[in-house]
């Protein structure tokens, strides 16, 4: 369905967005309007320059004359077939195939003698053999190992041998060295010597007497100023509080318990329904609602018309939307509610 001139369009100034209507624009457009040129770094507007062409349907063309066209190649030692001579145009170019006398009909350059590789070039009026002496291409590869050559001479394959462990020999030979010996190498320390361990340290709670080559390694005892090791309470150290052991999870529990049991009176039982939740001990309920989700209800906190904006940097996902905010940040669905563009 076309635009009609009745039909409503938004048009923002500064922050504030107003309504227009598509005939106002159209007569906007229709009175002048000034278009920047283009740049390289701007959109804009352009002329049709040298060698450019604009039908009346818009259309844009380049004729870019002089410009090189390669043809594919020829035997100059023959005149040249229709393949060559069929829509000849300025820039055609063609590459020797055959050394030898260039036939007459290759008209500027007939009785030259023409090299393999060589290019000649349409000037709209005769040849030119451009790119004289021009290589032909790789014709011979070799290779020093660990290089490899193999193939043809047209297509060579070219390779580089995988490396082999020395065998000259029970130390090799000299610059060659094994993954495995190398990796064996680099482990080894600087100044590293053959021998037993000459000095052995720890670091708290690990204590070390005679830290020379026969060290007494040991842990020291946990206090409340170090740390260290600590034994474990059984069933009686914990009924006769022994000192210097300490108790299990599972043993702490059986205190809790107890106490708990023990407290008794006040509430005996609370409970609550989505989203109220209750967690804690009977003795210290913790009541609590919710946060809403999508799933699920719950409490939301309500966002400033700050946070609602359409670029906000980092739009929350937890807070609600006020009508404030709605009319502050988006349009409505129907914008004939706008102000009318003054």
Do not use: C
């Amino acid at each position: 369905m076309p635009v009609q001139n009745t039909d409503l369009m938004v048009i923002q100034q500064g922050t504030t967005a107003y309504k227009v209507s598509a005939q106002t624009l159209k007569a906007f457009f229709q009175n002048g309007v000034t278009l920047n040129p283009a740049t390289a770094a701007v959109l804009g507007g352009i002329k049709v320059g040298t060698n450019l062409t604009v039908t009346a349907d818009g259309t844009l063309s380049a004729n870019v004359t002089g410009a090189l066209t390669y043809k594919g190649t020829a035997n100059l030692t023959a005149a040249p077939g229709t393949g060559v001579t069929t829509g000849l145009a300025v820039g055609h170019l063609y590459v020797s195939t055959t050394a030898g006398a260039i036939d007459a009909g290759w008209t500027g350059i007939g009785g030259r003698t023409a090299a393999v590789g060589e290019m000649v070039l349409w000037d709209g009026t005769k040849w030119d053999i451009v790119g004289a002496g021009a290589s032909t291409g790789v014709t011979t590869v070799t290779g020093t190992a660990p290089v490899t050559i193999g193939g043809t001479a047209t297509a060579p394959d070219v390779r580089v041998a995988d490396a082999v462990a020395s065998t000259a020999g029970a130390g090799g030979s000299a610059g060659l060295i094994t993954a495995v010996q190398l990796e064996k190498l680099n482990g080894i320390a600087s100044g590293a010597q053959p021998g037993t361990v000459t000095n052995v340290s720890g670091t708290a709670p690990i204590q070390v007497a005679t830290g020379t080559s026969t060290p007494v390694i040991s842990v020291q005892d946990a206090s409340t100023t170090v740390k260290g090791v600590v034994q474990l309470a059984d069933a009686a150290a914990v009924t006769a509080g022994t000192a210097g052991l300490v108790v299990t999870a599972d043993q702490l529990k059986l205190t809790n318990d107890a106490i708990a049991t023990a407290a008794g009176g006040g509430i005996t039982g609370i409970s609550g329904t989505a989203p109220i939740t209750i967690t804690g001990p009977n003795t210290a309920k913790v009541v609590a609602v919710a946060d809403a989700l999508t799933t699920a209800k719950g409490v939301v906190q309500l966002a400033t018309n700050t946070e609602t904006a359409y670029d906000v940097a980092a739009p929350l996902a937890t807070k609600a939307v006020t009508p404030s905010g709605l009319q502050a940040n988006y349009m409505p669905k129907d914008i004939s509610k706008l102000t009318l563009l003054p």
